[in-house]
Every structure is written in C-alpha cells, then in structure tokens.
C-alpha cells in the first residue's frame, strides 16, 4: 500500500559504459548521454532546418531562423557590434542549456543541468573566457574595471576588495542559479507525483497541481537557458566595452 | 519527416498570412512581389496586436526578477566560504572570515542594486551616455542642489 516517495532518485547518476583509465572513472553515464542527445538534437535541428535555403522557410527552417535571430539580437542589443565575433559562442551556450532543459522534462530522462558540476563547468567557461577576452583586448589596462572613477584614495581601500569579490562571484551566482531553479522544480514534480500516487483518489488534486508546475517548468526551462545566456552577454559587454 | 513537425512549434507562415493574388497590381519579379506582401502582412500583424513592447518587457521582468533572486544570498555564502578557507591556510582566524562575510554582504548588494539600475557589470563600465552627462561638469552642480 505504502508507496515509498524518493524525490532525489531522479538525480542519480548512472554508469550506462563503465570506463576506467588508470583509477579515472570517465564511464559513459546518463548524464553524458543526455548531453550528447542533447548536442546531437541541436545540430541536426542546425543543418537539417537550413540544409534546403528555403525562401520561404518550412517548420524546421523558421524553427532555426528564429532561434538564430533571436540570439543574435540577444548579442546585438547586450554587447553592441563588437560581440558579433561571441555570437557562435553564445549560441551554442543558450542551445545547449535550452536543450538539456528540455530535455530533461521528458519522463524518464535525465536533467543534465541539475547537476552543479555541469552548471559550474559551464559558468566557468564563460568567467575564464571573458577574463581572457577582456585581457586580450585591453591589456593591463582591463584591471581598470576594478578601479571606480573619480572615487578618493581612501575609499579604494575599500571599493577594490569589493569590485574584486564581486566579480569573482560571477561563476557562482551564474551556475547555482541554474542548477537550483533545475533541482528545485524536479524535486517538486516528484514530490507531487509522489503525493498523488500515495492518496488514492484524492491524489487528483496534487496530480492537477503536477499538470500546472509541468507548465511552470517549461517556462523556467527556457527563461533560465536565457538568462544564462544573457548574463554571459552582459560579463562579455563589461569586457569589451571597457571605458 | 520534415513534413510531420507538430505545427505548434511555428507562427503562421508568411506564405499563408498573406496567399497570392491578394494584390492588384502585380510586378513582373515575383520575388518583389513576395517581398511587398511580406511586408504588408507584417504591418497588418504590428497594427493587430499593439501589446508586443508589453511582452518582451515581460520577458525582460522575469529574467531580472529570477536574477537578482539569488545574487544577494550566493555572494555572503561564497565570501564568507573564501573567508573561511583563507583563514585556514594562512592561520587568521577569525579575522579573513569576518572581513570578507561584510565585503560579500556589499559585493551582493552592489550586484543586486546594478542589476535592478540597469547598470550591469563593475563600475569600470558605463553607458555611452552616462559617461558623456558626467564629463560635462555642470550636471554635478545640478544634482548636488
């Protein structure tokens, strides 16, 4: 009768290849198939939806157009005409998180993006490339981001430290955000499917509440992919636009 | 298999919003006539739904609002952490935790307050603009009243 509820399970990492190089367990898990599919799905979306150059787009051509519009101006209006060159970056980033979101909406799959680890290796990506980039493109000179203008000695003392700290927090606020909105609301979904599996007929009510958190989900999905990567727009706009 | 897409996914296609014929002079390119009725049914779409500022705002509102939700709480966390850690290494405890819990309470704040102002990013950057209206002296008098 007792239907034992287990919301976390769903975030088990399991070993589909088991592989081991020298003690290194770099087995093929379900967490990397979900990010292959993921990549694979997008790259066949990619080249299948332009593969005809259709005047007139069919369904799987506007479904790429848009996607590739809707980044660029994403790029266009954050960065300005500078971050042209960070456009294919950008993209692959909000494709990847909108798929792996997604995808991990499906019964029975796997969210990839529940994982800090996945998140956090995506959020220091982006900190390490904009870092880079902003030293490339100013040189020494990119420490001035640090240093507010027109502010006494003083006061230095205090400000760097905090423009410092403030930066450097960057990576972190980027991947918990991600990874704590994903985790959050799978373990809800659970928990209420786990509710309305356990209370019999009147297990209806958490089931509908199940059916309107699903539709919560899906806007989390995508609204996360795209503040994820419109924040990367924004580091990217503090590193090329230096005053 | 390109065929059977789930029509959801689209907005109606520019080939049906406007069908051939509707106009009654025709250029000989049928290429700049396509290219005319697109974009007459593209104004008929903006004058039929005026709302579509309102919605990107909307948009714009909830990526702030699920933003700034989480910066204020992560910076004291990750700074104080860092705190703690150099405590550790190089044995001042509890000093290097105290001082940084404070800075990260104020990196979290100055996140929080830039994210909501507009002005994203370290105080190195600035708007164009803003940076113009600085330079010209007597806009600091004026706000000094």
């Known amino acids: 009768m007792a239907i034992e509820i287990r919301p976390l399970e769903q975030f088990t990492i399991e070993r589909l290849i088991p592989f081991h190089i020298g003690g290194v367990d770099i087995s093929y898990t379900n967490a990397a198939f979900l990010m292959t599919a993921a990549v694979v799905l997008i790259t066949a979306l990619i080249l299948l939806g332009t593969r005809k150059h259709a005047l007139i787009p069919g369904r799987w051509q506007s479904l790429a157009e848009m996607s590739y519009e809707f980044v660029a101006d994403m790029v266009e209006t954050n960065v300005g005409h500078g971050g042209r060159e960070f456009f294919p970056f950008v993209f692959t980033l909000f494709m990847f998180i909108l798929f792996a979101n997604f995808l991990g909406l499906i019964p029975y799959s796997y969210t990839v993006t529940s994982q800090i680890i996945v998140t956090f290796a995506l959020a220091a990506v982006v900190f390490i490339g904009v870092t880079i980039v902003g030293i490339v ?99 990217l706009s503090d590193a090329i636009n230096l005053h | 298999m390109v065929r059977r897409a789930p029509a959801i996914l ?41 709302v579509v500022g309102d919605r990107s705002v909307l948009q714009q509102g909830l990526g702030l609002g699920v933003r700034i939700g989480i910066e204020l709480v992560v910076a004291v966390v990750v700074a104080t952490g860092l705190g703690w850690a150099i405590d550790r290494w190089f044995g001042t405890r509890p000093w290097g935790m105290i001082l940084l819990f404070f800075l990260g309470i104020a990196a979290g704040m100055l996140n929080v307050y830039r994210a909501v102002t507009g002005v994203s990013g370290p105080v190195g950057y600035r708007p164009p603009d803003a940076g113009a209206a600085a330079s010209e002296g007597g806009r600091w008098d004026d706000e000094d009243c």
């Open chain 1, 137 to 235: 493109k100013h040189g020494f000179h990119f420490l001035r981001l640090f240093v507010p203008q027109g502010v006494p000695a003083v006061l230095l003392l205090l400000l760097v430290p905090i423009e410092l700290l403030s930066y450097c927090i960057r990576p972190f606020t980027l991947s918990i955000r991600l990874f704590a909105n994903m985790l959050a609301g799978h373990t809800m979904l659970a928990i209420f499917g786990g509710f309305a599996a356990s209370i019999g007929l009147l297990g209806i009510f958490p089931l509908g509440i199940n059916i309107l958190l699903v539709a919560l989900e899906v806007l989390v999905a995508a609204l996360q992919a795209y503040v994820f990567a419109i924040l990367t727009c924004l580091y």
């Open chain 2, 10 to 50: 689209l907005p109606v296609p520019v080939s049906m919003v406007a069908p051939p014929g509707m106009s009654e002079s025709r250029p000989p390119d049928p290429l700049v006539r396509l290219g005319e009725e697109i974009d007459k049914a593209r104004a008929e779409r903006v004058r039929r739904q005026p």
